[in-house]
């Protein structure tokens, strides 16, 4: 059993950064891959980036390839969202999650425990 919980949201204006952090609780967080989605309202939630479990390899939707950054620090227990040059269209709740394979790491039938999610608000 993993519980994670997201932090770090908030109102900001466009081409401002943000980092989001998901703190998971137990000792084997370092046993799964993490993966953060976001949904917008109206929208369904859309995969964001993912990060294996020694961090070794990321993985990022096309719409923030580059100025998104995923990271983690298994001595924490915890994974990073660095968001820079953010958009309006970034604008969600963010969802961290705990994959339980890579294959499917783009897809939330990969996920095994999710984090109740965070607000960011990019304002133009």
């Known amino acids: 059993q993993v519980q994670l919980v997201e932090s770090g949201g908030g109102l900001v204006q466009t081409g401002d950064s943000l980092r989001l952090s998901c703190a998971a609780s137990?000792?084997?967080?370092?046993?799964?891959?993490m993966g953060w989605f976001r949904q917008a309202p109206g929208k369904e939630r859309e995969f964001v980036a993912a990060i294996t479990r020694s961090g070794d390899s990321t993985d990022y939707a096309d719409s923030v390839k580059g100025r998104f950054t995923v990271s983690r620090d298994n001595a924490k227990n915890t994974v990073y969202l660095q968001m820079n040059s953010l958009k309006p269209e970034d604008t969600a709740v963010y969802y961290c999650?705990?994959?339980?394979?890579?294959?499917?790491?783009?897809?939330?039938?990969?996920?095994?425990?999710w984090g109740q999610g965070t607000q960011v608000t990019v304002s133009s």
């Open positions: 999650a705990a994959a339980t394979t890579w294959y499917l790491i783009r897809s939330e039938l990969g996920y095994a425990y």
């Open positions: 137990g000792r084997t967080f370092s046993s799964y891959a």
